[in-house]
Protein backbone atom coordinates (compact mmCIF):
# COMPACT_ATOMS: atom_id res chain seq x y z
CA UNK A 1 0.00 0.00 0.00
CA UNK A 2 2.55 2.91 1.06
CA UNK A 3 4.52 1.81 -2.14
CA UNK A 4 1.80 2.36 -3.99
CA UNK A 5 1.65 5.71 -2.46
CA UNK A 6 5.26 6.45 -3.01
CA UNK A 7 4.81 5.84 -6.52
CA UNK A 8 1.18 7.62 -7.18
CA UNK A 9 1.95 10.68 -4.82
CA UNK A 10 4.15 12.58 -7.09
CA UNK A 11 1.93 12.31 -10.39
CA UNK A 12 -1.46 13.04 -7.34
CA UNK A 13 0.04 16.02 -6.82
CA UNK A 14 1.24 17.48 -10.30
CA UNK A 15 -2.73 16.76 -11.12
CA UNK A 16 -4.47 18.41 -8.19
CA UNK A 17 -1.98 21.40 -9.30
CA UNK A 18 -3.21 21.77 -12.62
CA UNK A 19 -7.21 21.70 -11.70
CA UNK A 20 -6.16 23.96 -8.88
CA UNK A 21 -4.65 26.66 -10.78
CA UNK A 22 -6.68 26.21 -13.65
CA UNK A 23 -9.81 27.29 -11.04
CA UNK A 24 -8.34 29.92 -9.09
CA UNK A 25 -6.22 31.96 -12.18
CA UNK A 26 -9.83 34.53 -12.46
CA UNK A 27 -9.10 34.98 -8.41
CA UNK A 28 -5.23 35.51 -9.10
CA UNK A 29 -5.11 38.20 -11.86
CA UNK A 30 -8.55 40.25 -10.16
CA UNK A 31 -5.73 40.63 -7.12
CA UNK A 32 -2.17 40.66 -8.57
CA UNK A 33 -3.22 42.08 -12.21
CA UNK A 34 -1.43 40.63 -15.04
CA UNK A 35 -4.96 39.39 -16.68
CA UNK A 36 -2.66 40.05 -20.40
CA UNK A 37 -0.54 36.83 -18.99
CA UNK A 38 -3.29 34.92 -18.12
CA UNK A 39 -2.46 31.90 -20.55
CA UNK A 40 1.59 31.82 -19.58
CA UNK A 41 0.53 30.70 -16.15
CA UNK A 42 -0.23 27.19 -17.97
CA UNK A 43 2.66 28.01 -21.00
CA UNK A 44 5.71 28.10 -18.60
CA UNK A 45 4.32 25.30 -16.36
CA UNK A 46 3.79 23.13 -19.45
CA UNK A 47 7.46 24.12 -21.22
CA UNK A 48 8.74 23.40 -17.69
CA UNK A 49 7.20 20.25 -17.52
CA UNK A 50 8.27 19.19 -20.78
CA UNK A 51 11.64 19.86 -19.25
CA UNK A 52 11.35 18.02 -16.23
CA UNK A 53 10.08 14.74 -18.32
CA UNK A 54 12.97 14.93 -20.25
CA UNK A 55 15.66 14.80 -17.63
CA UNK A 56 14.11 12.30 -15.68
CA UNK A 57 16.03 9.60 -17.71
CA UNK A 58 19.24 11.37 -16.33
CA UNK A 59 18.07 12.49 -13.10
CA UNK A 60 17.66 8.49 -12.58
CA UNK A 61 21.24 7.83 -13.89
CA UNK A 62 22.68 10.33 -11.64
CA UNK A 63 20.99 9.61 -8.10
CA UNK A 64 19.35 6.91 -6.32
CA UNK A 65 15.21 6.62 -6.70
CA UNK A 66 14.92 8.11 -3.44
CA UNK A 67 16.92 11.19 -4.18
CA UNK A 68 15.65 11.79 -7.19
CA UNK A 69 12.26 11.85 -6.30
CA UNK A 70 13.09 13.55 -3.18
CA UNK A 71 14.62 16.79 -5.68
CA UNK A 72 11.59 16.50 -7.69
CA UNK A 73 9.44 16.75 -4.32
CA UNK A 74 12.08 19.76 -3.43
CA UNK A 75 11.29 21.84 -6.53
CA UNK A 76 7.76 21.43 -6.62
CA UNK A 77 7.94 22.77 -3.07
CA UNK A 78 9.95 25.61 -3.69
CA UNK A 79 7.48 26.30 -6.53
CA UNK A 80 4.38 26.29 -4.53
CA UNK A 81 6.04 28.54 -2.03
CA UNK A 82 6.77 31.03 -4.75
CA UNK A 83 3.74 31.13 -6.13
CA UNK A 84 1.41 31.54 -2.56
CA UNK A 85 3.93 34.65 -1.93
CA UNK A 86 3.88 36.42 -5.21
CA UNK A 87 2.86 39.83 -5.39
CA UNK A 88 3.19 40.61 -8.58
CA UNK A 89 2.30 38.14 -11.95
CA UNK A 90 6.23 38.42 -12.53
CA UNK A 91 6.59 36.22 -9.49
CA UNK A 92 4.00 33.82 -9.66
CA UNK A 93 4.85 33.40 -13.37
CA UNK A 94 8.38 32.48 -12.26
CA UNK A 95 7.31 30.34 -9.57
CA UNK A 96 4.58 28.55 -11.85
CA UNK A 97 7.78 27.57 -14.37
CA UNK A 98 9.73 26.51 -11.03
CA UNK A 99 6.42 24.22 -9.99
CA UNK A 100 6.62 22.92 -13.70
CA UNK A 101 9.72 21.79 -13.84
CA UNK A 102 9.31 19.62 -10.11
CA UNK A 103 6.03 18.66 -11.63
CA UNK A 104 7.24 17.00 -15.20
CA UNK A 105 9.64 15.49 -12.89
CA UNK A 106 7.30 13.67 -10.49
CA UNK A 107 5.13 12.92 -13.64
CA UNK A 108 7.90 11.09 -15.27
CA UNK A 109 9.57 9.20 -12.34
CA UNK A 110 5.94 7.85 -11.27
CA UNK A 111 6.32 6.00 -14.86
CA UNK A 112 10.17 5.55 -14.79
CA UNK A 113 9.83 4.02 -10.83
CA UNK A 114 7.42 1.33 -11.81
CA UNK A 115 10.21 -1.40 -13.16
CA UNK A 116 12.01 -0.37 -9.65
CA UNK A 117 9.34 -0.83 -7.37
CA UNK A 118 6.94 -3.08 -8.83
CA UNK A 119 7.78 -7.07 -9.73
CA UNK A 120 6.96 -7.35 -13.73
CA UNK A 121 3.66 -8.81 -13.32
CA UNK A 122 2.07 -5.86 -11.32
CA UNK A 123 3.33 -3.00 -14.23
CA UNK A 124 0.42 -3.26 -15.85
CA UNK A 125 -1.96 -2.62 -12.88
CA UNK A 126 0.48 0.04 -11.15
CA UNK A 127 0.43 1.85 -14.97
CA UNK A 128 -3.66 1.75 -14.49
CA UNK A 129 -2.99 3.68 -10.78
CA UNK A 130 -0.47 6.17 -11.59
CA UNK A 131 -3.07 7.23 -15.11
CA UNK A 132 -6.09 7.65 -12.71
CA UNK A 133 -4.23 9.74 -10.32
CA UNK A 134 -5.74 12.52 -13.03
CA UNK A 135 -9.26 11.09 -12.62
CA UNK A 136 -9.03 11.58 -8.98
CA UNK A 137 -7.20 15.39 -9.32
CA UNK A 138 -10.60 16.46 -11.26
CA UNK A 139 -12.69 15.69 -8.10
CA UNK A 140 -10.04 17.53 -5.77
CA UNK A 141 -8.76 19.95 -7.72
CA UNK A 142 -11.42 21.81 -8.30
CA UNK A 143 -13.18 22.01 -4.79
CA UNK A 144 -9.83 22.70 -3.24
CA UNK A 145 -9.00 25.50 -5.69
CA UNK A 146 -12.64 26.78 -5.61
CA UNK A 147 -12.90 27.05 -1.95
CA UNK A 148 -9.93 28.63 -1.60
CA UNK A 149 -10.87 31.37 -4.31
CA UNK A 150 -14.31 32.25 -2.81
CA UNK A 151 -13.24 33.21 0.12
CA UNK A 152 -10.49 34.97 -0.83
CA UNK A 153 -7.50 33.52 0.06
CA UNK A 154 -6.27 31.86 -3.25
CA UNK A 155 -2.53 31.46 -1.86
CA UNK A 156 -3.51 29.20 0.90
CA UNK A 157 -4.44 26.94 -2.02
CA UNK A 158 -0.68 26.81 -2.92
CA UNK A 159 0.37 26.35 0.83
CA UNK A 160 -1.76 23.47 1.47
CA UNK A 161 0.40 21.75 -1.00
CA UNK A 162 3.28 22.15 1.73
CA UNK A 163 2.49 19.36 4.24
CA UNK A 164 1.06 17.11 1.94
CA UNK A 165 4.56 17.76 -0.16
CA UNK A 166 5.87 16.74 3.22
CA UNK A 167 4.10 13.77 3.84
CA UNK A 168 4.90 12.50 0.35
CA UNK A 169 8.39 12.99 1.05
CA UNK A 170 8.10 10.70 4.35
CA UNK A 171 6.66 7.90 2.54
CA UNK A 172 9.30 8.30 -0.23
CA UNK A 173 12.31 7.85 2.14
CA UNK A 174 10.70 4.63 3.89
CA UNK A 175 9.76 2.73 0.57
CA UNK A 176 12.10 3.93 -2.46
CA UNK A 177 15.30 2.42 -2.34
CA UNK A 178 18.61 4.57 -1.52
CA UNK A 179 20.82 2.32 -3.56
CA UNK A 180 21.74 4.09 -7.25
CA UNK A 181 22.67 1.54 -10.32
CA UNK A 182 26.14 0.57 -10.23
CA UNK A 183 27.91 1.55 -13.82
CA UNK A 184 29.06 4.69 -14.75
CA UNK A 185 26.22 7.23 -16.60
CA UNK A 186 25.32 6.54 -19.87
CA UNK A 187 22.15 8.50 -20.59
CA UNK A 188 22.52 11.62 -22.81
CA UNK A 189 20.17 14.63 -22.88
CA UNK A 190 19.80 16.26 -26.09
CA UNK A 191 19.90 19.93 -25.18
CA UNK A 192 19.86 21.53 -28.12
CA UNK A 193 16.71 20.01 -29.07
CA UNK A 194 15.07 20.76 -26.14
CA UNK A 195 15.63 24.51 -25.90
CA UNK A 196 14.68 24.58 -29.48
CA UNK A 197 11.46 23.18 -28.54
CA UNK A 198 10.54 25.28 -25.65
CA UNK A 199 11.71 28.59 -27.50
CA UNK A 200 9.43 27.97 -30.51
CA UNK A 201 6.63 27.69 -27.54
CA UNK A 202 7.73 30.95 -25.84
CA UNK A 203 8.12 32.70 -29.34
CA UNK A 204 5.00 32.34 -29.90
CA UNK A 205 3.65 33.21 -26.57
CA UNK A 206 5.74 36.13 -26.55
CA UNK A 207 4.03 37.65 -30.06
CA UNK A 208 0.52 37.65 -27.95
CA UNK A 209 1.84 40.75 -26.40
CA UNK A 210 3.22 42.73 -29.86
CA UNK A 211 0.33 45.67 -30.21
CA UNK A 212 1.19 44.90 -34.44
CA UNK A 213 -0.87 42.42 -36.04
CA UNK A 214 2.10 41.70 -38.34
CA UNK A 215 4.75 41.97 -35.33
CA UNK A 216 1.83 38.89 -33.51
CA UNK A 217 2.20 37.23 -37.12
CA UNK A 218 6.28 37.10 -37.61
CA UNK A 219 6.13 36.03 -33.92
CA UNK A 220 4.06 32.84 -34.85
CA UNK A 221 5.70 32.47 -38.01
CA UNK A 222 9.12 32.55 -36.04
CA UNK A 223 8.01 30.39 -33.45
CA UNK A 224 6.91 27.17 -36.11
CA UNK A 225 10.39 27.61 -37.69
CA UNK A 226 12.12 27.11 -34.46
CA UNK A 227 10.08 23.66 -34.01
CA UNK A 228 10.59 22.88 -37.90
CA UNK A 229 14.15 23.41 -36.92
CA UNK A 230 14.16 21.13 -34.12
CA UNK A 231 12.15 18.58 -36.02
CA UNK A 232 15.16 18.86 -38.44
CA UNK A 233 17.98 18.17 -36.64
CA UNK A 234 15.90 15.40 -34.66
CA UNK A 235 16.19 13.28 -38.30
CA UNK A 236 19.84 13.62 -38.08
CA UNK A 237 22.25 11.15 -36.50
CA UNK A 238 22.36 11.70 -32.63
CA UNK A 239 19.80 10.91 -29.53
CA UNK A 240 16.15 11.70 -30.79
CA UNK A 241 13.59 12.90 -29.20
CA UNK A 242 10.81 11.40 -31.20
CA UNK A 243 10.99 8.07 -32.81
CA UNK A 244 11.39 7.27 -36.79
CA UNK A 245 8.44 8.37 -38.77
CA UNK A 246 7.11 10.63 -36.05
CA UNK A 247 7.77 14.18 -38.80
CA UNK A 248 5.84 12.36 -41.73
CA UNK A 249 2.22 12.37 -42.35
CA UNK A 250 3.29 9.79 -44.98
CA UNK A 251 4.03 7.13 -42.20
CA UNK A 252 1.27 6.01 -40.01
CA UNK A 253 3.30 7.60 -36.34
CA UNK A 254 3.02 10.52 -38.45
CA UNK A 255 -0.48 10.77 -38.36
CA UNK A 256 -1.11 9.95 -35.68
CA UNK A 257 1.03 12.63 -33.42
CA UNK A 258 -0.71 15.10 -35.63
CA UNK A 259 -3.88 14.14 -34.58
CA UNK A 260 -2.80 14.16 -31.17
CA UNK A 261 -1.58 17.50 -31.31
CA UNK A 262 -5.04 18.57 -32.84
CA UNK A 263 -6.66 17.44 -30.15
CA UNK A 264 -4.58 18.61 -27.33
CA UNK A 265 -4.50 22.19 -28.89
CA UNK A 266 -8.42 21.88 -29.13
CA UNK A 267 -8.55 20.68 -25.42
CA UNK A 268 -6.24 24.26 -24.41
CA UNK A 269 -9.37 26.53 -24.37
CA UNK A 270 -10.16 25.16 -21.12
CA UNK A 271 -7.33 27.49 -19.76
CA UNK A 272 -10.04 30.48 -19.64
CA UNK A 273 -13.47 28.52 -19.25
CA UNK A 274 -13.43 29.64 -15.53
CA UNK A 275 -12.79 33.05 -16.32
CA UNK A 276 -15.55 33.04 -18.90
CA UNK A 277 -18.02 31.51 -16.27
CA UNK A 278 -17.30 33.68 -13.86
CA UNK A 279 -17.47 37.07 -15.45
CA UNK A 280 -20.32 36.22 -18.04
CA UNK A 281 -22.44 34.09 -16.22
CA UNK A 282 -21.44 34.93 -12.89
CA UNK A 283 -20.45 31.37 -11.41
CA UNK A 284 -18.53 31.29 -8.34
CA UNK A 285 -14.71 29.99 -8.34
CA UNK A 286 -15.98 26.11 -7.02
CA UNK A 287 -18.85 26.11 -9.93
CA UNK A 288 -16.76 27.55 -12.54
CA UNK A 289 -14.04 24.70 -11.68
CA UNK A 290 -15.80 22.02 -11.23
CA UNK A 291 -17.71 23.01 -14.46
CA UNK A 292 -14.68 23.18 -16.54
CA UNK A 293 -13.72 20.00 -15.07
CA UNK A 294 -16.50 18.66 -17.31
CA UNK A 295 -13.82 18.47 -19.77
CA UNK A 296 -11.47 16.16 -17.92
CA UNK A 297 -14.51 13.98 -16.89
CA UNK A 298 -15.42 13.02 -20.20
CA UNK A 299 -11.92 12.22 -21.50
CA UNK A 300 -11.41 10.17 -18.73
CA UNK A 301 -15.54 8.20 -19.05
CA UNK A 302 -14.97 8.03 -22.99
CA UNK A 303 -11.32 6.26 -22.29
CA UNK A 304 -12.50 3.91 -19.86
CA UNK A 305 -15.71 2.97 -22.10
CA UNK A 306 -14.41 2.49 -25.37
CA UNK A 307 -10.92 1.30 -24.28
CA UNK A 308 -12.14 -2.34 -24.74
CA UNK A 309 -13.31 -1.65 -28.33
CA UNK A 310 -10.86 -3.39 -31.16
CA UNK A 311 -11.42 -3.78 -35.26
CA UNK A 312 -14.48 -2.03 -36.55
CA UNK A 313 -15.54 -0.25 -33.78
CA UNK A 314 -12.30 0.94 -32.63
CA UNK A 315 -11.92 2.85 -35.68
CA UNK A 316 -14.90 4.24 -35.17
CA UNK A 317 -14.30 5.83 -32.15
CA UNK A 318 -11.30 7.13 -33.71
CA UNK A 319 -12.86 8.74 -36.67
CA UNK A 320 -16.03 10.32 -35.04
CA UNK A 321 -14.10 11.16 -31.60
CA UNK A 322 -12.86 14.96 -33.43
CA UNK A 323 -16.11 15.19 -35.15
CA UNK A 324 -17.78 15.04 -30.97
CA UNK A 325 -14.95 17.63 -29.83
CA UNK A 326 -15.87 19.88 -32.84
CA UNK A 327 -19.69 20.27 -33.03
CA UNK A 328 -18.69 20.78 -28.94
CA UNK A 329 -16.73 23.57 -29.10
CA UNK A 330 -18.50 25.10 -31.93
CA UNK A 331 -21.87 24.72 -29.41
CA UNK A 332 -19.17 26.39 -26.60
CA UNK A 333 -18.79 29.10 -28.79
CA UNK A 334 -22.14 29.99 -29.50
CA UNK A 335 -23.29 29.50 -25.87
CA UNK A 336 -20.09 31.12 -23.51
CA UNK A 337 -20.32 34.58 -24.51
CA UNK A 338 -24.22 34.42 -22.92
CA UNK A 339 -26.35 35.82 -26.16
CA UNK A 340 -28.58 32.85 -26.76
CA UNK A 341 -31.58 34.23 -25.41
CA UNK A 342 -32.23 30.55 -23.49
CA UNK A 343 -33.44 30.32 -20.21
CA UNK A 344 -30.10 30.40 -17.21
CA UNK A 345 -30.46 26.24 -16.43
CA UNK A 346 -31.24 24.97 -20.09
CA UNK A 347 -27.94 27.46 -20.99
CA UNK A 348 -26.04 26.28 -18.24
CA UNK A 349 -26.51 22.62 -19.01
CA UNK A 350 -25.64 23.15 -22.71
CA UNK A 351 -22.81 24.71 -21.57
CA UNK A 352 -21.68 21.50 -19.29
CA UNK A 353 -22.58 18.70 -22.07
CA UNK A 354 -20.51 20.74 -24.56
CA UNK A 355 -17.56 20.80 -22.23
CA UNK A 356 -17.98 17.23 -21.51
CA UNK A 357 -18.76 16.65 -25.16
CA UNK A 358 -15.07 18.10 -25.90
CA UNK A 359 -13.28 16.36 -23.39
CA UNK A 360 -15.63 12.62 -24.84
CA UNK A 361 -14.20 13.56 -28.20
CA UNK A 362 -10.59 12.99 -27.26
CA UNK A 363 -11.56 10.32 -24.86
CA UNK A 364 -13.19 8.24 -27.09
CA UNK A 365 -10.04 8.02 -29.53
CA UNK A 366 -7.31 7.94 -26.86
CA UNK A 367 -6.70 4.34 -26.03
CA UNK A 368 -6.66 3.46 -29.91
CA UNK A 369 -4.33 6.18 -30.90
CA UNK A 370 -1.79 5.54 -28.39
CA UNK A 371 -2.18 1.93 -28.77
CA UNK A 372 -1.41 3.11 -32.59
CA UNK A 373 2.06 4.59 -31.91
CA UNK A 374 3.20 1.48 -29.56
CA UNK A 375 2.53 -0.53 -32.64
CA UNK A 376 4.22 1.71 -35.30
CA UNK A 377 7.27 2.10 -33.73
CA UNK A 378 10.36 0.80 -35.53
CA UNK A 379 12.25 -2.06 -34.08
CA UNK A 380 14.45 -0.91 -30.77
CA UNK A 381 12.81 2.02 -30.20
CA UNK A 382 9.60 0.79 -28.68
CA UNK A 383 10.36 2.32 -25.15
CA UNK A 384 11.52 5.73 -27.35
CA UNK A 385 7.59 5.64 -28.75
CA UNK A 386 6.35 5.02 -25.70
CA UNK A 387 8.18 7.93 -24.11
CA UNK A 388 7.53 10.21 -26.50
CA UNK A 389 3.85 10.02 -26.38
CA UNK A 390 3.94 12.45 -23.31
CA UNK A 391 6.22 14.97 -25.10
CA UNK A 392 4.43 15.42 -28.26
CA UNK A 393 1.29 15.77 -25.90
CA UNK A 394 2.86 18.41 -23.81
CA UNK A 395 4.47 20.42 -26.65
CA UNK A 396 1.33 20.67 -28.02
CA UNK A 397 -0.59 21.77 -24.67
CA UNK A 398 2.03 24.37 -24.64
CA UNK A 399 1.68 25.57 -28.19
CA UNK A 400 -2.02 25.38 -28.00
CA UNK A 401 -2.16 28.08 -24.20
CA UNK A 402 0.38 30.00 -26.27
CA UNK A 403 -1.83 30.09 -28.95
CA UNK A 404 -4.98 30.59 -26.83
CA UNK A 405 -3.33 33.92 -24.80
CA UNK A 406 -2.27 35.61 -28.40
CA UNK A 407 -6.32 34.59 -29.39
CA UNK A 408 -7.78 35.97 -26.44
CA UNK A 409 -5.94 39.14 -26.00
CA UNK A 410 -5.90 39.95 -29.78
CA UNK A 411 -9.81 39.99 -29.55
CA UNK A 412 -9.97 42.09 -26.72
CA UNK A 413 -9.84 40.15 -23.49
CA UNK A 414 -7.17 43.08 -21.78
CA UNK A 415 -8.31 45.81 -23.97
CA UNK A 416 -10.88 46.49 -23.50
CA UNK A 417 -11.39 43.79 -21.34
CA UNK A 418 -14.59 43.31 -18.97
CA UNK A 419 -17.37 41.75 -19.96
CA UNK A 420 -17.55 43.34 -23.37
CA UNK A 421 -13.75 42.01 -24.19
CA UNK A 422 -14.46 38.35 -22.31
CA UNK A 423 -17.78 37.92 -24.78
CA UNK A 424 -15.20 38.64 -28.12
CA UNK A 425 -12.68 36.40 -26.56
CA UNK A 426 -14.74 33.61 -26.11
CA UNK A 427 -16.51 33.74 -29.59
CA UNK A 428 -13.17 34.60 -31.18
CA UNK A 429 -10.76 31.54 -28.84
CA UNK A 430 -13.49 28.93 -29.12
CA UNK A 431 -14.82 29.25 -32.91
CA UNK A 432 -11.05 29.08 -33.98
CA UNK A 433 -10.16 26.48 -31.95
CA UNK A 434 -12.82 24.30 -33.56
CA UNK A 435 -11.16 24.27 -36.45
CA UNK A 436 -8.02 21.62 -35.01
CA UNK A 437 -10.15 19.08 -34.66
CA UNK A 438 -11.77 19.76 -37.94
CA UNK A 439 -8.60 19.23 -39.55
CA UNK A 440 -8.03 16.06 -37.07
CA UNK A 441 -11.21 14.35 -38.77
CA UNK A 442 -9.45 14.40 -41.87
CA UNK A 443 -6.33 12.73 -40.67
CA UNK A 444 -8.53 10.04 -38.95
CA UNK A 445 -9.98 8.98 -41.75
CA UNK A 446 -6.46 8.08 -43.51
CA UNK A 447 -5.42 6.61 -40.01
CA UNK A 448 -8.36 4.12 -39.84
CA UNK A 449 -7.91 3.23 -43.49
CA UNK A 450 -4.11 2.40 -43.16
Not at 359 to 383: D, Y
Not at 387 to 416: C, D, F, H, K, R
Amino acid sequence: MLRSVALTGGVALHAINVHIVTTILPSVVNDIGGLEYYAWNITLFVVASILGSTLTAKLLDRLSPRLAYLLALSVFTLGAVACASAPSMGWMLAGRSVQGLGGGLLAALSYALIRVVFAPPLWPRAVALVSGMWGVATLFGPAVGGLFAQSGHWRLAFWVLLPISLLQALVVMSQLPQQKKTGPATVRVPALKITLLASSVLVIALAGLWPSTAWKLGGVAFGLALGLLMARLDQRAGVPLLPTGAYSLHSPMGKVFACICLLMIGTTTEIYVPYFLQTLHGYTPLMAGYATAAMAGGWSLASLLTSSHSGAAAKRMVSTGPLVMTLSLTTLAVVLPGATGLPGPAQDLLMILALAGAGFGVGQGWPHLVTRVLKSAAPGEENLASSSITTVQLYAMAIGAALAGLTANAAGLSEPGGVAGAQRAAYWLLGAFALAPTLAMLLTRKIVRS
